[in-house]
């Protein structure tokens, strides 16, 4: 019974950070389409996603949601991680371009 209010409330928080925010203060600062970021960049997206997303929590597999998911989710997650705009950019990249 515990395992199945653990895993609701899993499914429930992760529902919630993917809904857009109806009134925000703070624009939406990963784009949705292609990866604007250089090789270089990607790599440190990579890097970031690893090490500041993998500090608080498993890891989620980047083809797992769409573009546009991921901007509900990074926009969420972004901040709790304490990204700038740059590695927030960098790190939507690198995700939005591994393949499935």
Known sequence: MKKRIVILSCIAVLLASCTPKIASNTPATAPVGPAVSTAEQLAQGKTIFENACGRCHKLPDPASHNPVQWVGIMNSMAPKAKLND????????YIVSVKK
């Open 86 to 93: 740059e590695q927030h950019q960098w790190v939507y990249d």
